[in-house]
């Protein structure tokens, strides 16, 4: 289980997070627990760890896996024209055309392609 019990007459709680503080848990875990607990019977318990369980999933999915067709590229205020272009737009769509241009940039001027290339690199 996730959550923690607290244990009046032993006067302690009981579960994963005990003794200096609670475990980091991962997404697999948490989509482990939403699969037991959908075998069971319904019930207000049930349900309502069951929305707290599927907000967390859907927050944790969000930073791991951006939603498609949604607008991940923002142009900040006085952004540049590529950036005025490409805010609202789709960021698999945008880097399609991204991609396609930068074949272009690799054959014509090889080290500026480098010098993109390296620089999306020192991102992550």
């Keep these: 289980m ?5 244990r009046p007459r032993e006067g302690r ?3 994963p997070c005990v003794s200096g503080g609670c475990a980091v848990i991962d997404l697999e875990t948490i989509e482990r627990e939403i699969s037991e607990l959908e075998a069971r019977q319904p019930s207000y318990k049930v349900c309502e760890r069951l929305s707290w369980l599927y907000t967390v999933c859907d ?8 939603p498609e067709g949604k607008a991940e590229l923002r ?6 024209d590529f950036l005025d272009a490409v805010n609202g737009k789709p960021y698999k769509d945008v880097l399609k055309v991204v991609d396609e241009h930068l ?4 054959l014509m001027y090889p080290k500026t392609f480098s010098a993109i290339i ?7």
Excluded: C, M
Excluded at 2 to 6: E, I, K, P
């Design 2 to 6: 996730l959550w923690r019990q607290f």
């Design 13 to 15: 709680w009981d579960g």
């Design 59 to 66: 927050h944790l999915k969000a930073k791991v896996y951006p």
């Design 75 to 80: 142009a900040s205020t006085g952004g540049s």
């Design 103 to 106: 074949e272009t940039i690799r």
């Design 118 to 124: 390296a620089r999306i690199n020192e991102l992550g």
